[in-house]
């Protein structure tokens, strides 16, 4: 070891005792109960960032993990910003939101959701090719990540796509506290080379040859434009957290002699405290000076976004076009003048075009922008969020809406927390369209309608289309869009044109917010029942409009929502207040749904008593039997006689 201190630069040495230093201050920071929360360090693993983070150019990226302080310490030099962000302080790099696992700060990207930053670190290199820069990205992974499919997923797209990123495994032999035996089978190198990405290894024993290693694989992977993986042998030698340490305590002693800061500072022990002391008045001053700071305000953080709709109206025409149609021509005139336009998804190429058509010839348009992915939600999602961060508009497409609780962790985790949990710094624009609904035969796992586990997520919008206007009105606003969008396609509308049947006694008009809200009202007289529908469903009911006034006597006016995850309740309440009954109508199960948020939200507002009711699918599985189908569905037959039974 001694030999090997004396190769070793001085400032690589250095390098790796500040961020020991600033590690070993967060726990006695803790301790002494100045942060919140919870804390991962690196001590034992400093060399693994000197080595990879530290040999990157300004221009490259890093997305991180949980245990990512040293990798943002080598990358940004920003000791100060990391301090104040773990003290919770508005001047951190985060705002204090994100605290030890959430980082975010000269193309340094930090979540602590296993597994889910490697689609999107993914997606980030994509972007980087397509505009073809000379930019590489590490992403790093503890060997307890081995146990997330996203990371198969991505590992497959990125050699197939020839993707610049090179995944750095540190392995530490622990997930938490659980030994790697126990949980992992066959060789950690293996799995990357089953791909054909070329690996790499080094231990954090020797740093010198991990840092010519390292700068090997980096070198590597940004002169062929491929991907890489390398394995990092190493060991944390405090607990996973900021306590329980569970491990046998003589194992822990052994590489705690083994650790090379720890020989260095007893072979160059006059070299090692001088710095030692150096770094500490660095760190302490700091933190004396950050604990006087203010902390971020909740009006800084949140403020409430007042929904008000356009109480302008306009008229709606029939339009003598199936909608696939406008929605493809719509995206292929996109494609060729929105250089921002990505489209993924499965099955997606010419000339098959998407299993619905949406994606026709847009791939021999512009093939560069079209990737034909393999059966992998999670990475299709997750590569679009990488490429929404890099300055892109993806649109990913989920092939049925059953498919979304694939993509759930990198819609939920991901796409809509990176804006606030990095304190606003950055948007993430991603579009994920998905068809839904039934009415097709297709059966309970492709014929769901699951809108009401998308319409809670934070700081995303969920839009249902229709056959009410052309749907592009829509598209256009999406385009224009900050933060993420998702976007469901009812099955059944894709070939019925717009406004197809329009009757004469009944007036049709949109207002003109980004996302229109659709009136149909009586002509002459005025309505008696106020009806919610919105997507597929909403088609249904127009189609029963004469019915129900012939059958119940009740003047319906149907109200069509577009963006449902912010409803449109004054215009609702409006209506409701007028009529006196509501009725909603969703394709998806009833309990907790959409219809229940409505009803509670014009219950808050409405003045007097109001009738009201949800109608809804049964809390079944969608059978793929005709007739049973539209037994469950919310129908004709159904619908009247539950009119006649509440409202009548």
């Not at 009954?581 to 907790?592: D, K, M, Q, T």
Request: proline residues 4%.
């Amino acid at each position: 070891m001694q030999s090997v201190s004396k190769t070793i630069s001085h400032r690589v040495i250095k390098d790796a005792i500040r961020i020991r230093r600033v590690e070993e201050k967060f726990l006695e920071l803790f301790s002494a109960g100045k942060l919140n929360g919870t804390v991962h360090t690196c001590v034992g693993q400093e060399f693994s960032a000197v080595a990879f983070a530290g040999q990157l150019k300004k221009k490259d990226f890093i997305f991180s993990n949980h245990r990512c302080h040293g990798h943002y310490i080598a990358f940004t030099g920003d000791i100060r910003g990391l301090l104040a962000e773990l003290l919770g302080k508005a001047s951190g790099v985060s705002g204090g939101i994100g605290s030890s696992q959430h980082l975010c700060n000269k193309n340094f990207y930090s979540n602590g959701i296993q597994g889910g930053i490697v689609p999107v670190a993914a997606g980030y290199a994509l972007g980087n090719k397509l505009r073809g820069e000379d930019a590489i990205g590490i992403v790093f992974i503890g060997d307890g990540t081995l146990g997330e499919g996203a990371l198969y997923e991505t590992m497959n797209i990125i050699s197939k796509w020839e993707i610049p990123l090179l995944i750095v495994c540190e392995n530490n032999l622990y997930a938490q506290s659980t030994p790697q035996h126990i949980n992992l089978a066959g060789d950690i190198g293996s799995r990357a080379s089953a791909f054909g990405i070329k690996t790499f290894e080094g231990d954090t024993w020797d740093p010198e040859l991990l840092i010519n290693n390292a700068q090997g694989a980096i070198d590597y992977v940004r002169s062929s434009v491929k991907p890489g993986f390398f394995l990092v042998n190493s060991y944390r030698l405090n607990a996973h957290s900021k306590g329980d340490d569970d491990r046998d305590k003589e194992e822990v002693e052994i590489y705690r002699n083994k650790d090379f800061l720890n020989v260095f500072s007893k072979e160059s022990s006059d070299y090692y405290n001088r710095y030692l002391e150096v770094i500490n008045k660095e760190i302490d001053d700091l933190v004396d000076e950050i604990l006087l700071e203010d902390e971020l305000p909740l009006e800084n953080y949140y403020k409430p976004e007042a929904v008000v709709s356009n109480n302008s109206w306009v008229g709606l025409e029939p339009v003598n076009k199936r909608q696939v149609e406008l929605l493809n021509k719509f995206f292929r005139d996109k494609i060729v003048s929105d250089d921002r336009a990505v489209f993924l998804g499965e099955d997606i190429l010419s000339p098959y075009g998407g299993a619905f058509k949406v994606t026709k010839e847009l791939s021999v348009l512009r093939p560069e922008r079209v990737f034909s992915t393999p059966i992998s939600e999670a990475a299709i999602t997750g590569i679009s969020n990488g490429l929404a961060l890099n300055g892109f508009k993806p649109l990913g497409e989920i092939m049925f809406g059953d498919f979304m609780t694939l993509a759930f962790d990198q819609i939920v985790n991901h796409a809509s927390k990176f804006h606030h949990m990095f304190n606003k710094k950055i948007n993430c624009p991603v579009v994920i369209r998905t068809p839904m609904g039934g009415r097709r035969g297709y059966g309970p796992t492709h014929s769901q309608t699951l809108d009401k586990f998308l319409v809670g997520i934070d700081n995303v919008k969920t839009v249902a289309l229709n056959t009410f206007f052309d749907p592009t009105i829509i598209y256009e606003s999406i385009f224009n869009e900050e933060h993420p969008v998702l976007v469901i396609e009812n099955k059944t509308d894709y070939g019925k044109r717009i406004l197809s049947h329009k009757y004469s006694h009944f007036v049709y008009e949109r207002n003109e917010d980004a996302y229109p809200v659709v009136r149909v009202k009586p002509a002459v007289s005025t309505p008696t029942i106020t009806i919610v529908a919105y997507g597929g469903q909403a088609d249904e009911m127009l189609s029963m409009l004469e019915a129900i006034f012939l059958e119940t006597n009740l003047k319906p006016e149907l109200i069509v929502p577009s963006l449902i995850s912010q409803l449109p309740v004054d215009i609702i309440a409006e209506s409701t207040m007028n009529t006196g009954r509501l009725l909603v109508i969703e394709e998806g199960s009833g309990y907790a749904g959409i219809g229940s948020e409505l009803l509670a939200s014009v219950a808050e507002r409405a003045e007097g008593a109001i009738k009201m009711k949800r109608i809804s699918a049964y809390p079944v599985p969608i059978p793929a039997v005709k007739s049973l189908e539209h037994a469950v569905l919310p129908g004709k037959n159904r619908i009247i006689k539950e009119i006649k039974e509440i409202f009548c």
